[in-house]
């Protein structure tokens, strides 16, 4: 089992930052992909961002590509997404997801653990 706990949510100006943070406990994380999703009211959930914790080489969607960093932190087992240059697309719940696959993939649905979302809303 995996659990999983997001933080660092909230309300920024358009051309902002924050930084998430997910929290993970449970089983050993060599094997283990941490994903970050978003979903937007009346939209389907979508990637942003994913990482192995044995590598540092990562995937991004187009559209944050540039603008959103992954990053994770073995010792203490939390995986970030730093987020600039924020703009009112970028709204969103923001979850958190752990994949036991060997690579990142981008579907959902092959993501076996998730938190419980951070509400990310950018003003314009």
């Known amino acids: 089992q995996v659990q999983l706990v997001e933080s660092g949510g909230g309300l920024v100006q358009a051309g902002g930052s924050l930084r998430l943070s997910c929290a993970a406990s449970?089983?050993?994380?060599?094997?283990?992909?941490m994903g970050w999703f978003r979903q937007a009211p009346g939209k389907e959930r979508e990637f942003v961002a994913g990482?192995?914790?044995?590598?540092?080489?990562?995937l991004y969607a187009d559209s944050v590509k540039g603008r959103f960093t992954i990053s994770r932190d073995n010792a203490k087992k939390i995986v970030y997404l730093q987020m600039n240059s924020l703009k009112p697309e970028d709204t969103a719940v923001y979850y958190c997801?752990?994949?036991?696959?060997?690579?990142?993939?981008?579907?959902?649905?092959?993501?076996?653990?998730w938190g419980q979302g951070t509400q990310v809303t950018v003003s314009s």
């Open positions: 990482i192995r914790w044995s590598s540092a080489s990562a």
């Open positions: 449970g089983r050993t994380f060599s094997s283990v992909v």
């Open positions: 997801a752990a994949d036991l696959s060997p690579t990142v993939v981008v579907t959902p649905g092959t993501y076996d653990y």
